[in-house]
């Protein structure tokens, strides 16, 4: 049955979702609810001296002032990529200590909102500020090779063949510096929790993409028990990596809420989201190329130098994926993470394969031009059925049919080689760029229970987070093309501790991992009508077999997990822990592909730089659900539009934090700035991947955006810019 297309379909909360009846996290208020602002750190690094709240609590409605005088014991729930929970483990109001700008000190609650922010600015502080470093270039900034911390237990270095004396004989070389800001992502959802205490029991109500974390989170840091905690995450309004784990906020929005024994709510406003939740590190790569004179790529050295905070080593994996490419069989990726005074940067979507594309796929355009051959024939010379560093087979990979079909969607045949040479009537600069991207493939324990009533209801209750991609409408089509009915008469229940264990939805892994289980759900669910119903008509409804034996429910529960997990996969999936399986498993490796051709147009005069049109081909496995599918894609391709031409957080080394805090700063593309984006699916399953046939999109979508962007740019100007965001200073 899998090999079989599915249907389009919409999605199965568009009416909802358009009239508002959506209720997302933090939405659902609460009878007798207060609400809280935070009050931030205005230095760099240092120690809070003295703290004044007596003006502050003076303010008419005004119910609470904490500080990290009233936290008692509070315990940070540690590091989500070190055994903990939370998106960083420094905990604010723990200590005076101030590790960075923004960094909370203050939380009042209050009546009505506008009391608490009224409040919250009239806290008063004096601090002893101490020398920061914020940039990667900043004296005292810390270099420290990742394989030198902790994180080189789960994450080795990428190394394969001897790269260093391969790439020193190689007849034709590449060599090339690149630099990325720090970026922010901006959820249309603000971060934003209600904590509600009921006779000693915890309910938070915050748009999440692990609920888990954040359920386990609380009971570390306030000493609960699992019955204590609940956590409720029915929609979420982007969450992209950055709701991936506790936040810092949740915690004390709890305290609070149990110190008053009121509901209380706690939105992060925007400009403290760029300092309260985590964002892309700032990076600079080096990237050195090999080839034969006839386009073989022979060996690559690929170095990367990502931001972390003083207190946390978030991992860079950046050599994951730039080594997955291309059949490269010398290959060395080193990674170094460099330790400066900001809150703990994180996941972003497509972390690290993002940058690591740009800088890869920009070197291949190089080499390219270097050998004279076209980007498209040289990426298809240089094509690999295995995977080059583990030497494992690949489940599945069809990058080169993306290539192939991109090419024909765009018209590539059309293109000349030499840069400037398409120009339009009016003198407008024309470039064709093209660039490919790839994302591991990822599974993780996915819980699920499905039950049918003899009144017609189908509910599927399953471990998975609706954060805007459409793992509902996945869902309820993968539910309802086994059961035979509607897809819209499928109920589904996600983001919910209290109905399955909740992993953290990240990582592209949500379709592969869910939707088999759902699957096997519903396939354990025609057994147990089976054996209930023997000899059952096969055009019977669910509904109807039940009537027909008299019985008004029936539920199924089953469970799945990556291939080659242990079964105590399952007793840490409970403990609300990150159980990650892939790319690499025993017999195979995994990975998505995807192939953008990308047309830019360059004003003659102001060097103003358009993207009028864009052509995706994604291998992402079986489409399970088109049109939610296709718009991850579009989605995708925006936002590598943004962060290859806009996006920016803008940091002055002398006071640290992001200057650019706000929508009107932080510049995004509009949709003046969108042309045509038009995308196709390979649609191949991979099976041996999972039951589904399904590779995750999300991520992939974003890979390799920004070098066919470059590339375009190199094409339309003879300019190749290597640092980010690329902006008209760069080509005049
Ligand atoms: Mo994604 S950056 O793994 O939520």
Redesign the pocket.
């Known amino acids: 049955m899998s090999d079989v297309p599915f249907q389009d379909t919409t999605r199965i909360d568009a009416r909802d979702k358009v009239r508002g009846k959506a209720l997302f996290g933090a939405d659902d208020a609460r009878p007798d609810m207060v609400h809280a602002a935070l009050a931030v750190a205005t230095i760099g690094k240092g120690r809070i001296v003295s703290l004044d709240t007596r003006a502050a609590a003076a303010v008419s409605g005004v119910r609470l002032v904490l500080t990290h005088r009233d936290l008692g014991d509070v315990k940070s729930a540690g590091f989500l990529m070190a055994g903990g929970y939370g998106f960083q483990s420094l905990q604010p109001m723990l200590s005076p200590a101030i590790a960075y700008r923004g960094q909370p000190i203050a939380l009042v609650a209050a009546d009505s909102l506008e009391a608490a922010i009224e409040a919250a600015a009239l806290v008063e502080t004096t601090y002893a500020a101490e020398p920061i470093s914020v940039t990667l270039d900043a004296t005292g900034a810390e270099t420290i090779n990742q394989a030198d911390t902790p994180l080189k237990n789960f994450i080795p270095e990428v190394i394969a063949g001897d790269a260093d004396k391969s790439f020193a004989d190689a007849p034709v070389k590449i060599d090339a510096r690149f630099t990325s800001p720090p970026q922010h992502q901006n959820p249309i959802e603000l971060i934003a929790t209600v904590a509600e205490w009921n006779d000693g029991k915890l309910t938070i109500h915050e748009g999440t993409?692990n609920a888990e974390a954040i359920r386990h989170g609380l009971m570390a840091a306030l000493g609960l028990t699992a019955d204590q905690v609940q956590v409720i995450s029915p929609y979420a309004g982007g969450?992209?990596?950055q709701k991936?784990s506790l936040q810092m906020q949740t915690v004390l929005a709890a305290v609070a809420a149990r110190r008053l024994q009121r509901p209380l709510k706690l939105v992060v406003s925007r400009a403290q989201i760029f300092h309260d939740a985590s964002f892309r590190a700032a990076s600079r790569q080096r990237v050195r190329l090999g080839a034969d004179r006839s386009g073989q790529m022979l060996a690559a050295i690929h170095e990367v130098d990502a931001q972390t905070s003083r207190h946390d080593f978030m991992p860079a994996e950046f050599a994951a994926v730039s080594s997955r490419l291309y059949g490269i069989e010398n290959f060395r990726g080193h990674e170094r993470l460099v330790r400066t005074d900001v809150q703990t940067p994180g996941?972003?979507?497509?972390?690290f394969e993002h940058g690591a594309c740009f800088a890869m796929e920009s070197c291949v355009d190089e080499l390219a031009y270097a050998l004279g051959k076209d980007p498209v024939a040289l990426r298809l010379a240089n094509d690999t059925k295995v995977d080059p560093i583990t030497k494992l087979p690949l489940s599945s990979r069809h990058l080169s049919a993306c290539l192939e079909r991109g090419a024909e969607r765009f018209g590539w045949s059309k293109r000349t080689m030499a840069p400037q040479s398409m120009r339009a009537g009016d003198g407008t600069l024309i470039g064709w760029g093209v660039a490919a991207g790839a994302y591991p493939g990822l599974i993780v324990p996915t819980v699920a229970r499905l039950k049918v009533t003899d009144d017609g209801g189908v509910r599927l209750s399953i471990g998975g987070h609706e954060m805007g991609q459409g793992i509902r409408t996945a869902l309820a089509a993968a539910v309802a093309r086994k059961l035979a009915v509607p897809p819209e008469g499928v109920v589904v229940l996600v983001g919910d501790t209290r109905i399955a264990p909740q992993h953290v939805t990240?990582?592209?892994w949500g379709t592969a991992s869910a939707v088999p289980t759902a699957s096997d759900a519903a396939e354990a669910m025609l057994q147990a009508l089976d054996q209930l119903a023997p000899g059952r008509s096969s055009n019977q409804t669910p509904a109807q077999i039940l009537k027909s034996v008299g019985r008004p429910s029936l539920e199924v529960e089953v469970r799945r997990k990556a291939p080659g997990q242990p079964e105590a996969i399952y007793e840490r999936l409970a403990a609300g822990l990150p159980c990650v399986g892939g790319p690499i498993f025993a017999d195979f490796v995994t990975f998505s592909y995807i192939a953008h051709f990308v047309e830019v147009r360059v004003e003659p005069g102001t060097r103003r730089i358009r993207v009028p049109r864009v052509v995706s081909v994604a291998d992402c496995g079986r489409v399970i659900s088109p049109r939610t599918a296709a718009s991850q894609v579009r989605g995708g391709v925006v936002w590598g539009i943004g962060a290859t031409l806009r996006e920016a957080s803008e940091v002055d080394p002398r006071y640290g934090g992001f200057l650019n805090a706000d929508l009107a700063e932080y510049v995004l593309p509009v949709n003046a700035d969108i042309g045509s984006i038009d995308v196709e699916f390979i649609d191949e399953p991979d099976l041996q991947f999972n039951s589904a046939g399904a590779k995750g999109v999300g991520?992939v979508s974003l890979t390799g955006v920004a070098p066919a962007i470059a590339n375009a740019v190199f094409h339309a100007t003879g300019r190749r810019v290597r640092d980010l965001p690329i902006r008209v200073e760069h080509v005049l």
């Open positions: 993409q969450g992209f990596g991936n996941y972003m979507r497509a972390p990240a990582g592209s991520e």
